[in-house]
């Protein structure tokens, strides 16, 4: 195939998800036969004959979060972006992992696929329904949704996460004692340190997300520094970002803390309040962080966002932060996901003058209070979205009388995410099993649900000693 | 296939891939040599692939291998393949059996970047995971990328170190069933398409230049700063913004930076102190380092308003005269030379001793040019300069001068030009005679006039001795109109062709001298015996009848 061809089969592939989806979305609320779905089903009917003039066969193929299409990632554009995001879920649900079409496909076919496809959800067994539902149809075939990795390869990949992140805090470190001596700062590296750490956000989200949910080490700047990073380029991967730009969203994240280290160090970890002196010391961070910015290497594109947003990432959507400006202008889009990200690692941290952390929960609702004033409104939606009504973290009391902590978010159902055991129905301490709160008994009962949440700081419950 | 065959096509994957390396940096794209070794390196790819689905390359520090067999060695510290690879951390690379064309030719173009001397901010690492390849994969060890080599053992030991109480978890488990609240089911808030719109306006909005807002920070930084020091950083950060923005075309955030500058140097609110620094800035545009960026932009095709470019001009100093003439020899289009060109004639007023000295540029080109701006600009401090330049080796600049001295005037003009009606090229001789016209005074006249009575005048070419006639016509007075009436009626016995060439010629200064007075005598050579005369009365006659 030519590389034409090849950027062809690309679009005609996200083309081809994006009209599953409008399919599916159609049908939920009109029947196969109406004639509100039948232009969509001959679209898509067209669609996949088209495609299978080319190819033998077109496999269509849920991986993680991302679909495949004969074995090509199909890249997220953002004109589909809830399309996308909407099938994954509906495939999910039904534990649906591949569909393959075969031969020529006929309307009729893709009725009966339908209607199954929507059916299967209420049945006990989606995916067994679903297959038999359409056992009839030659030309398309489904597979299940394959668990990614088995439980060797789990621990790997969070080996791999750990020293991710780890070598994150440590290049980070190094990088803001060589500022601090007025040394030169390897760039190139804070690039291949983001390009990671992209790569692991896109595959494995929840486990990057749970790195930051630790807050008991030493070094707060340093992890606060990779922790922003971490909360930006995952929040900027659900508005759709592209690799590239999630790569220069956790840089400039990374960098937006820098003029930290010209605040003198009995300034920063002064254990008690600041006074008025002091105050005013700390917020000329931001524009001591432009300054060191510049002055790290030539004017870039590089340079100028993060300049930008090291300036604004305490100014507040409406103003009311700190530096305070004479010209009002809009804050930059880099600045405003910079912010919540830092607003919600910070209260959720512990540091030197507010030893106990926020629990997540507690966090998220005080950001609620100030979405839309001080925070982006619209951001903030993406971002609770993205850090789940039970953020990684929060301890919860189960109605099973277990007590756990949530170490994964659900996308799918929000309200059941998966959760690490930490004591038995007597009060037993337990050493880490994880359950999935979705599971159910024989009676479609669900076996577990959160009965309330607890601040896990006033325990003084370590989460390293579980998440680590 | 068998494993030395496989082994052995790995090699030659490995030789093309260094002769690539080679070659494809020396051609351009489109180039015989690098179609061809572009498609040597492909078809090494396939003969492999023939037989295998992937080729998995395990990076060492001098060596390179496939499966347990070596397939590349080098001791030396340039041109070691797998040297380049490892320093950036290259552990493995697998190439797959789909390998494109063009992934193969990304692959090849960042291999084939030189790392040691171009500026690149970028390792290979970057540049492939830029690429996205999907049928090149490979494994990179990240440890090179921390610090400090073992970072993560202690920090987890610490962060692990705090256990937790039994104590406190039984009191955290105790509370927990001891809480009579439950939670409220709640649920993630939704996302609409109104949502998505917004998102997509958002990012419009943010796709904006970022230099413009950077800018804006810069001043309102130089609002908030306090010390020396921070007037000096933003001061030079505004230069490398200034120089930025030329460099990449954006001259109206050059010149929205100048213009702020200029008002603020307006304030009464703004201290000396800080006004040193924003001159300083101002001067800075006008710098050999701007100006060699701004020439890179105008000769970059790259197309640029004029009344863009004239507005940043507007705000540049004598200092940048000296650069833009530099400029004014190493630009390559027609089209940039202009827009330098109007640059110094607008900024050559603000010191036309600096702009004269570029007459003493080795390039006649550029010298001709400098001769062409103070002609535009004329002032008359030029001449002195331009009298210098008379002399000058190469005729095009003389001509250029005698133009501009014509137009000019002023002592010493006079003798130049009159010089110049003697110069050697026939082309000096009759732009000097323009340039008497042009001066148009009495000693002019005279010069002309006796150039036209001198014994040698006759054995000139026809060309010149017309143009002679002509530009004395510009002077209609009676001396003229008498001159050239007895010119016309001077007969000889000896040379007469000769002299019918200054007869006729006289007869088509008196038509264009349009003194109708003329025609009585015109009439009488309107049928002369001598074709020329009789033509040009002719000529003349019917001019002055008509006008």
Known sequence: MSDKEDLDLHKNAKDLINQISIVVRTAQIHDANN??????????????????????????????????????????????????????????????????????????????????????????????????????????EIGRLRKIVDEEDSLDVRRMIKKTYFNAVSYTKGLMNKMKSGEKVNIKRAKRVMESMVDHILEEEQLLLGMTAIKDYDEYTYHHSVNVSILSIALGQRLGLSRKMLTELGMVALFHDTGKTEVPSEVLNKPTNF?????????????????????????????????????????NIDHSGYPVIRQKMGLDLFSRIVSLADQYDAMTSSRVYSRTPMAPDKALSIMMERSGTQLDPLLFKFFINMVGVYPIGTLVMLDSKEL????????????????????????????????????????????????????????????????? | MEINEEIRA???????????????????????????????????FREFFYYNDELQLKIKQNEIYCGSEQVYSSSEKEDNLALFFFKDGLRELTFRKGLTNDELEGFLTVITLDFDTEVIDDDIV???????????????????????????????????????????????????????DTIKESSIIPLTDQDLHALLEEFEKDTKEKLGKLVYILFEMMYLADTRQDFEDISV??????????????????TDILLRLKDLLEDKNISEEIKKYIKKILLFAGSEKVVIHLGELLDSGQDIEEKTFVAFVNFLDKNAIIPLMKMLGELKSIHARKMVIDALTFLGPKDILLLASGLNDTRWYVVRNIIYILRKIADKRAVDFLLKTVKHGDIRVKKEVIRALGELGGPGVIVALRDSLDDPEVQVRIAALKALGNIGSEAAKRIILDRIND?????????????????????????????????????TFFGSTKNDENRACAAYSLGLLGNKDALNILNKYKNDGSKLIKEFAFTAIRKLEHE
């Open chain 2, 10 to 44: 790995a090699k030659d994957v490995i030789q093309a891939i260094l002769k690539a390396k080679k070659i494809l940096r020396m051609y351009p794209s489109n180039n015989p040599i690098y179609i061809k070794t572009l498609e040597d390196a492909n078809s090494k």
């Open chain 2, 126 to 180: 970057t540049l492939f995971w830029e690429k996205d390849f999907q049928n090149i994969a490979y494994v990179v060890d990240e440890i090179i990328l921390g610090d400090e080599e073992d970072y993560e053992t202690p920090a987890i030991k610490n962060a692990k170190e705090e256990t937790n109480e039994p104590n406190n978890l039984i009191k955290a488990y105790e509370d927990a069933l001891n809480e009579s």
């Open chain 1, 35 to 140: 004639v509100a779905i039948s232009s969509s089903i001959s679209r898509l009917v067209s669609m996949i004959n088209m495609l299978l003039d080319k190819e033998n066969l077109i496999n269509l193929e849920l991986r993680g979060e991302f679909f495949y299409i004969n074995e090509y990632r199909i890249r997220y554009s953002l004109e589909y972006l809830l399309n996308f995001d909407f099938l994954v879920r509906e495939f999910k649900k039904r534990e649906l992992g591949s569909v393959i079409f075969k031969n020529q496909i006929k309307i009729d076919d893709v009725k009966i696929f339908t209607r199954a496809f929507i059916s299967s959800p209420f049945s006990d067994e989606p995916f067994n329904a679903f297959e038999n539902k359409i056992s009839g149809i030659e030309s398309i």
């Open chain 2, 237 to 254: 950060f505004l230069m490398n913004s200034i120089d930025y923005a030329v460099l990449h075309g954006d001259i109206n955030i050059a």
């Open chain 2, 455 to 491: 014994k040698k005048f006759k054995d000139k070419e026809f060309d010149e001795k017309k143009d002679y006639f002509e530009i004395i016509s510009k002077w209609k007075d009676k001396e003229v109109f008498d001159f050239l009436v007895q010119i016309l009626k001077q007969k």
């Open chain 1, 404 to 468: 756990g902590l949530i170490t994964e978010s659900n996308q799918i159902f929000p309200t059941r995410p998966r959760v690490l055991l930490i004591m038995d129905r007597q009060g037993n301490r337990l050493e880490g099993r994880i359950v999935d709160i979705t599971e159910k008994d024989e009676q479609d009962n669900y076996i577990r649900s959160i009965q309330r949440t607890m601040d896990p700081n006033k325990y003084k419950i370590n989460l390293a000693e579980y998440l680590l």
């Open chain 1, 275 to 315: 006074s008025d002196e002091e105050w005013k010391i700390i917020k000329k961070h931001p524009l001591w962080g432009v300054r060191a910015i510049l002055k790290l290497k030539k004017l870039d594109e590089f340079t100028m966002k993060s300049a930008i947003v090291s300036f604004e990432h305490h100014m």
